[in-house]
């Protein structure tokens, strides 16, 4: 039985194991999957999520980022990873590195470790 | 103001069509020669940048925003001028900027963890963690452990190093000279007033992203001073840039601006999914409105942001939601931290979000930018190293390129006085 900080909210069961796969709550803890993912991985996260963005998003439109529940806030992990891994399928042809750029590892974002929902982000 | 007659221009926007410049103009007062690269390989030039730039020129440390509250503080960490500096906000509501060392043995007050440290003082003092000498947030020593085993200790001569600090528009500078030699507002010129006006403190949600470059702090610069390598450098993020224009020229003293207008890239599936949440509302939307009168002055459609040079070190890159959908704007800043290493710092701006779907709307959109950004800084590691070489004497500047040369007669000029 899943538990409760692993469900997502009522009608998107469907994307449970995408949600195993890329949902977390911190842009570093996304960036380490997304380094390792490949274009298989990239184009089935696309093909998967796509579809249901409408949905994804429509429901996330009813959430104040300070007062989503557990399966909420999965939902909104899910949805994280896909805006951030969406390019490496439409732009850069599955690679999991930006073609031709600097290393992204030696960016450091000062929120890197600040769950994505956070209103205090400066 | 690029061949721009007095027809057809913004409210406002004739006070500053003094500043625009014609291509013909640039070039009749810029010159088209190339432009030395001795600046960026000579050590000798950077130690002299330390002492007669980084030491006189308003240089912005914070945002009025990052320490919103009363006893809010940030530690910036700035090597160029061997240099800790506090910036507070003290019982009065008023930012300040101070040395960051202890007047009893040097020591930092606040300890720091990077390049920059956040923190909020209690009961609005800072505590030296050394032997306990505590300050308050606007200065003052106001007690010393066993004080009496001094002797004498003029307390009213110690407190914390005070910095010369000014806002605009949120924008929090420092200088190291005492005194400055101008207002930040005499320095800033024209530039307050072209870019002053814009609710930039209402875009609070900050992106910030930094990365130590082995390359000299003015190669940083000049690679995003700049709208020539659009179509080139980001053929991967950014495919299908059509129509991009740089243009509206503009001379500010030691600063100066330019626009890029285009049609847009072609924007990726999900991207266009959401920029349409964006678009839908006012909040987040395109507000051309909202630019000060000078910036795009004939109200073009296809404005996409205003591109200047804010010397020595400062780029703010002024889109109200008309480039990268849902983005206010962004900065740029260089920081040398060596004579062939930099701190680049970006930083992408967005209002906040009001509610999750908006929030991962603007993760998709600075993460598109953060890519360009990768791009952006691949080729200036490799430029130092070529610079370096001494294969090349000089840079072949073309029209687009007209801040670079204008940023590299400013330094001539500071370094010269």
């Known amino acids: 039985m899943m538990s409760a900080t692993m469900t997502l909210p009522e009608g998107f069961a469907d994307l449970a194991e995408l949600a195993a796969r890329w949902a ?25 999520m796509m579809p249901r963005l409408d949905a994804v998003l429509a429901r996330l439109e009813g959430c104040p980022l300070d007062g ?8 909104f ?32 974002p000062g929120h890197g470790d600040t769950p994505s929902w956070s209103t205090a982000l400066r | 103001m ?7 221009l913004r409210p406002g926007a004739e006070a500053l069509s003094h500043l625009g410049r014609s291509v013909e103009a640039i070039r009749a007062e810029l010159g088209i020669d ?5 600046a960026i390989r000579d050590p000798a030039i950077y130690a002299l940048e330390r002492e007669k730039i980084f030491r006189r020129a308003w240089l912005k440390v914070a945002t009025a925003w990052e320490i919103p509250a009363i006893g809010d503080y940030k530690v910036k960490e700035l090597p160029v001028a061997d240099a800790s500096v506090l910036i507070v906000r ?4 008023r930012i300040r900027a101070f040395h960051n060392v202890c007047t009893h043995r040097g020591n930092k007050v606040v300890p720091t963890s990077d390049f920059e440290t956040f923190g909020r003082a209690r009961a609005n003092v800072v505590t030296c963690r050394f032997h306990g000498w505590v300050f308050g947030t606007d200065g003052p020593l106001r007690s010393v452990p066993l004080e009496g085993s001094f002797g004498t200790l003029d307390k009213a001569c110690l407190g914390l190093r005070e910095i010369a600090c000014e806002s605009w528009e949120g924008f929090v500078f420092i200088n190291f000279a005492d005194p400055p030699e101008q207002s930040l507002r005499e320095y800033l010129g024209d530039f307050a007033t072209l870019f002053g006006g814009y609710p930039y403190a209402e875009a609070t949600t900050a992106f910030r992203y930094s990365t130590v470059l082995e390359c000299n702090w003015k190669v940083a610069l000049y690679a995003f001073s700049e709208g020539y390598h659009v179509p080139t450098i980001h053929a991967g993020s950014l495919p299908g840039f059509r129509g991009i224009e740089h243009a509206d020229f503009k001379l500010i003293g030691p600063h100066a601006s ?7 890239m072609e924007a990726a599936e999900s991207t266009a999914r959401f920029a349409g949440l964006f678009h839908a509302g006012t909040d987040h939307g395109p507000r051309p409105d909202l630019l000060p009168p000078g910036i795009n002055p004939t109200g073009r459609s296809d404005f996409q942001f205003e591109l200047p040079n804010i010397f020595p070190n400062l780029l703010i890159h002024l889109a109200s939601g008309c480039g990268y959908p849902g983005m206010a704007y962004f900065t740029h800043q260089f920081w040398p931290l060596d004579h062939g290493r930099t701190l680049w710092e970006g930083i992408n701006y967005f209002r906040p979000a009001r509610n999750a779907a908006e929030r991962v709307a603007q993760l998709h959109v600075n993460a598109l930018h953060r890519n360009a950004w990768l791009e952006d800084t691949a080729t ?5 190293t070529g610079i370096r070489s001494g294969a090349i004497d000089e840079m072949q500047l073309m029209d687009q390129e007209f801040l670079i040369r204008h940023a590299a007669r400013t330094l001539d000029s500071y370094l010269a006085a």
């Open chain 1, 68 to 75: 989503m529940d557990s399966a909420e806030t999965r939902l």
């Open chain 2, 90 to 93: 003290g019982k009065d509501d």
């Open chain 1, 24 to 48: 977390r709550p911190t842009e570093n803890a996304r960036s380490a999957i997304r380094w390792t993912a490949s274009a298989e991985d990239f184009a089935a996260l696309h093909a998967a």
């Open chain 2, 34 to 38: 190339p432009v030395s690269v001795e």
């Open chain 2, 380 to 384: 200036m590691e490799d430029t130092f």
């Open chain 1, 77 to 108: 992990c899910l949805a994280a990873a896909f805006a951030e891994a969406a390019p490496h399928h439409e732009l850069y042809g599955g690679s999991a590195e930006v073609p031709h750029s600097f290393s992204a590892r030696r960016f450091v």
């Open chain 2, 258 to 264: 330019s626009t890029i207008y285009g049609l847009g």
């Open chain 2, 2 to 8: 690029n061949d721009l007659g007095s027809t057809g």
